[in-house]
């Protein structure tokens, strides 16, 4: 019952902008877009959410289709240390249960 | 200043033995969770505590068991342990309960091994 799609691997070069595609076709009005990455070895880590309108902070951009069905992550300047299992997740604000799927492997090539 | 961090970070033990998994979080959240990454590394969420009551249990078996002794621990212990047990096990936290800024911070994991 996976509610979001995503390729299963990217690559990208270093320094160049990564694009991270997600659909999310039956996502409900109250339901916001949500991004967590998953270093190796490591725990996930919060990226960005929202709901309907463009989002910006330090780490990266989430950009929200007019309709709301399809979303893109946005990682201006990769580095190496951008390698990882990105997850993108839709869930209600109130609701605890963040469902991951299998994510998009993004590698930072040289 | 590690602020969800979890013992131990590895655990191999024998099946049928009962071990814990201890997390803390230096956060001040009110709610704290777990997830278990299978070997498909799929992340699925067993349990979470606020203020000391259980508000999610997804089906887990019953030899699983949060005990929370306070806001900022949240430990998993785990009864007659058994193959397909093995897996890493996150544990998190969050401020709230729910809410749109409800940010779930993710520890270092624990990679159980059971033979």
């Known amino acids: 019952d996976a509610k979001t799609t995503q390729p299963t691997s990217m690559d990208c070069a270093e320094g160049r902008a990564a694009n991270l595609p997600c659909n999310h076709s039956?996502?409900?009005?109250?339901?916001?877009v949500y991004w967590y990455r998953q270093i190796h070895s490591q725990g996930p880590q919060y990226i960005i959410h929202?709901?309907?309108n463009n989002e910006t902070n330090e780490m990266a951009s989430l950009i929200i289709t007019e309709d709301r069905k399809s979303s893109t992550l946005i990682l201006p300047h990769a580095t190496l240390r951008d390698t990882a299992v990105y997850y993108c997740?839709?869930?209600?604000?109130?609701?605890?249960?963040?469902?991951f799927g299998a994510g998009t492997r993004l590698t930072v090539k040289p | 200043d590690t602020a969800v961090s979890q013992t131990p970070k590895y655990l191999v033990t024998q099946m049928g033995n009962d071990k814990s998994i201890k997390c803390e979080q230096n956060?001040?959240?009110?709610?704290m969770y777990w997830y278990k990454q299978d070997s498909k590394k799929f992340l699925k969420i067993m349990f979470s505590?606020?203020?000391?009551?259980?508000?999610i249990n997804e089906t887990v078996p019953n030899r699983f068991s949060p005990k929370s002794p306070d806001k900022a621990h949240l430990n998993l212990h785990i009864n007659s342990l058994e193959l397909g047990d093995s897996a890493v096990y996150f544990c998190a936290s969050s401020q709230l309960a729910g809410g749109v800024t409800d940010t779930q911070y993710f520890g270092p994991g624990t990679r159980l091994t059971v033979l």
């Open positions: 997740i839709v869930r209600v604000a109130t609701d605890n249960d963040m469902r």
């Open positions: 039956t996502i409900s009005g109250n339901e916001y």
């Open positions: 956060l001040g959240h009110d709610t």
């Open positions: 929202g709901l309907k």
């Open positions: 505590y606020n203020n000391k009551e259980l508000i």
